[in-house]
């Protein structure tokens, strides 16, 4: 594998497993406000255009109900609360970080969940093996405009020369096209190879440590 001078990587589906999580919150809020609730195949479809998105699959009628804003904001106050009840590391990920930051790599995390999630979790995680963490806020565009991406790169102090973006999903793969960055689609994620194929992805990893 081609070896980056930065690895710009997605969260959900690239480095933690969150499924389940983000699928337990979904069906409390909607509980909560008597809809019907998803299966886990469902919210594997609805995820990877931020918490907003999620919430407008999920709810019926999406955000003409007169109810989304309410279960929006039941989602996010639950999943603060439980966002670490069943995530963790994808098996490797923490060995793969780990190697890159002893090589003298530029790390950060690029992601369309809502920013103080983002950030607590890869503190959580990964502690300083990420440098940079940014998550979608109401004053920058998220994935996949390049905002975000370039956002971390300014962080990073760094261009997106010699840079590299890993993610899960046909949104990542747009992401890094729009960054003008290479993408490396992962196979562990929310999406199989058939679908990253059907929307361009040309580079794929079965394994953490094939970035390496």
């Known amino acids: 594998m081609r070896q980056y001078d930065t690895y710009i990587f997605d969260l959900d589906g690239t480095l933690l497993s969150t499924l389940d999580d983000l699928a337990a919150s979904t069906n409390y809020a909607l509980r909560t406000n008597s809809m019907p609730e998803h299966s886990i195949d469902d919210i594997r479809q609805f995820v990877g255009n931020g918490v907003r998105k999620l919430i407008e699959r999920a709810v019926p009628n999406g955000e003409a109900n007169p109810k989304f804003e309410d279960t929006l904001n039941t989602f996010r106050q639950h999943y603060m609360e439980h966002s670490l009840d069943n995530t963790k590391p994808y098996p490797e990920v923490m060995e793969m970080l780990s190697e890159l930051k002893s090589r003298g790599k530029r790390i950060a995390v690029v992601s369309n969940k809502f920013y103080a999630a983002t950030q607590d979790l890869c503190r959580h995680f990964f502690g300083s093996l990420v440098e940079v963490a940014i998550g979608e806020r ?75």
């Open 138 to 212: 109401e004053n920058i565009r998220k994935k996949p405009a390049p905002d975000t991406v370039e956002e971390a790169l300014r962080q990073l102090h760094v261009t997106n020369e010699n840079a590299v973006y890993i993610g899960d999903s046909d949104v990542d793969i747009a992401t890094a096209h729009n960054s003008h960055m290479p993408c490396i689609s992962v196979l562990w994620g929310f999406r199989d190879q058939d679908f990253l194929l059907a929307h361009g992805a040309t580079t794929f990893i079965s394994s953490p440590l094939e970035l390496l």
